[in-house]
């Protein structure tokens, strides 16, 4: 397999989008990006991005079936905060896609 050369404005791009996006592994992020999972995480230790580790999954609600209201806002939040880092994590997508298709169209020739 030949060795790519990626620019370096698409390495900022590829750990910014790690950085910014709660909850997704290297693994999730490297194959939504192309890239191998080892070549990402080279990136990111070598800008300093600390690698999270996977968590384990919260536990379901309870099996009542009824939820307090206490229990309702805390699942509104966290599905807040999930929405928020989906949005931030599409307008990085958004913006490195940007980038790339500048990049390749300064290289043709037409």
């Given at each position: 397999m030949a060795?790519k ?5 698409f390495?900022r ?22 890239v ?12 300093g ?5 996977r ?6 609600a309870?099996?009542s079936?009824?939820?307090t ?14 929405l928020q880092?989906e ?15 500048k ?8």
């Amino acid at each position: 397999m030949a060795r790519k050369n990626y620019p370096d404005e698409f390495k900022r791009d590829a750990v910014a989008l790690y950085r910014d996006t709660v909850g997704a592994t290297i693994t999730v992020i490297a194959a939504e990006l192309g890239v191998g999972e080892a070549t990402l995480s080279a990136w990111c230790k070598a800008t300093g991005v600390p690698i999270r580790h996977r968590t384990p999954a919260s536990p379901a609600a309870t099996s009542s079936g009824a939820e307090t209201a206490e229990q309702e806002l805390a699942r509104l939040r966290a599905q807040v905060k999930d929405l928020q880092a989906e949005k931030t994590k599409l307008a990085t997508e958004r913006d490195i896609l940007r980038s790339a298709a500048k990049y390749f169209a300064g290289e043709t020739n037409w």
